[in-house]
């Protein structure tokens, strides 16, 4: 398995906790939402509780019997049971009108609770006698919605700004490492026949600048020592060749003169 290379490590090891954080952000986010979600649910579940205290007051009904229905996403209803058997329904949803009966036309009473418009109806038919009960829920499907809304558009901008970290990190490790790239390529283009690869420190960051001016130190003396075992294996050579020669000349003319039959001459010298 081929390592990974130092960039896509650098981008892992800042890319992998940015994202984590983002997550981490997002739970917490959530958290918050539905604490506040809950807390709002709880205060107005006291306030409706109160209103309806102040219509029974003014209706003559203090002496019946309350009853809280938990909230649902679906089915939202407030009804009074008055002293006769007959309900009435307080909702700020259509839905609610089909779990009782119908209204008729004209409402019983109207009331507006932090900013929600509830209304009051005569039902029929009559509950059985006896009944003397009153049922509330809060209607939440408009936080809901709302608490939803946001949460969709807070992940999202938390996948946007994952992708942004990524490309911002990538790019900038990228461009980082373009100068390190071009060290290692003209490094790897140096050979005997190649040794004039040089760098301008100036052309690289100041981070860089160091290892590019012993670079450049390393190359110059390399080629200095490669020139100078040149000149000295050519030096050596020729010091080398000359003395073979001499003794070609001379084993050329001993052999002319066995041939010949001459026996005396100067004998070469070859020192």
Known sequence: MKPLSLAARIQISIVIPALLFLVSALALSAHFFSEHFY???????ADLEHELSAILRSSGLEGLKTQAIPPSHHV???AVFSADGSHAVFSN???????LAEPVEAPFVTRNIEGEHFQVWNAEPPLPPGIREIRMAINVQSRVNFEHFQLTWFSALMVMLGALITVLVT????????????????????????????WLPQQFPREIAPLVRALNR?????EGDYRYLEQFSDAMAHELKTPLTSQIA??????MRSRSGKTTG???NTR
Request: contains cysteine.
């Open 93 to 99: 949803n259509h839905s609610a009108k089909k779990v």
């Open 39 to 45: 807390q709002e649910e709880r205060q107005d579940m």
């Open 76 to 78: 939202f209803v407030y």
């Open 250 to 255: 001379c084993l050329e003319l001993a052999l």
């Open 218 to 222: 390393m190359l110059d003396q390399i």
């Open 171 to 198: 790019v900038t490790v990228r461009r980082g490492f373009r100068y390190l790239n071009r060290i290692s390529d003209d490094i790897a283009a140096v050979s005997a026949t190649n040794l004039s690869v040089r």
């Open 266 to 268: 100067r004998p070469c």
